[in-house]
């Protein structure tokens, strides 16, 4: 096994006992977006939800904000709980996270739940665009990322100013700048992860929201076909967020993966 990178002690809620289901959050999100699932999943498992570093109440470091500085916090978490393998449930850039964590720590991911992420790096656009709003978080703060991004995150038919969108809001805006341009810049940096998939022998789950505009079908559906014997489901109803968009149908799809291991 690798060593770990400057891991920093991760703020993260915890339910249950059983076998450990980690929950990993997206850009730039905390571990609220669990919550649904924490609950329904903590009857049954020892499920840990972390804020990655600079996101929700964890410490924000002025740097390290790579994949696998991220991985590497969770890592460190897993050991300090003594877990030493864990389900990892990786939603968009936690998905990029869950495939660093396959790279360097492959003995710590007893299977893996993919949602609403894929495999590709960034293009040489996307990476442009992400250096400017990198730049323009650490200038400005996070407020108009948050702002633009509650156009594209959820299906078109929710309510932009109810309560469960605002409430993905507020979690937005609570990110640092530092963490928002690290995470933008690490992202811009990952590596095309699909020479991988074709290696990977453990379960593996894919999850897409129907209407997602962020991670389309194309995407979400090649990652399946790259991984050998992957699960694919499709949730209706959901955007980027189908976790919070349709909480039952994500916890379903994601229990009835975990009852086949
Ligand atoms: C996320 O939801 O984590 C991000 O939108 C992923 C990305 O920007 O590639």
Redesign the pocket.
């Known amino acids: 096994m690798s060593e770990q990178p400057r891991a920093i002690n991760l703020h993260y809620a915890e339910a249950g006992r059983g076998p450990a289901v980690v929950l990993v959050h ?2 730039p ?1 905390s571990h609220r977006i669990w919550d649904a699932q924490m609950m329904a999943l903590g009857r049954n498992y020892h499920v840990i939800a972390p804020d990655l570093r600079g996101f929700g109440e964890s410490a924000a470091p002025e740097e390290g904000y790579g994949m696998d500085d991220f991985a590497g916090d969770i890592v460190a978490l897993l050991v300090r709980l003594g877990i030493d393998r864990a389900v990892w449930v990786g ?4 998905g ?1 996270i869950t495939l660093a964590a396959l790279r360097r720590w492959p003995s710590r991911v007893r299977a893996a739940a993919f949602v ?1 992420t894929h495999a590709h790096p960034d293009t040489p656009e996307k990476k442009l665009q992400r250096e400017i709003s990198a730049d323009s978080a650490m200038l400005n703060g996070v407020g108009d990322m948050a702002f633009s991004m509650m156009g594209t ?1 959820f299906a078109s038919e929710v309510d932009r100013q109810g309560a469960m969108a605002q409430s993905i809001y507020e979690i937005m805006v609570g990110a640092t700048p530092q963490a928002v341009a690290g995470s933008l810049r690490g ?1 811009a940096a990952r590596p095309d992860s699909r020479p991988m998939l074709a290696e990977l022998s453990i379960p593996t789950l894919v999850i897409a929201g129907e209407d997602d505009e ?1 991670v389309g079908a194309e995407l979400t559906g090649e990652l399946a076909e790259l991984i050998p014997g992957a699960h694919y489901v499709i949730i209706p109803g959901a955007g ?1 967020m189908p976790m919070v968009e349709q909480p039952d149908a994500t916890t379903n799809a994601l229990r009835a993966f975990l009852e086949t291991l």
Do not use: P, Q, R, V
């Open positions: 997206g850009f999100f939603h968009s850039m936690g990029y609403a995150i992202m962020m980027h």
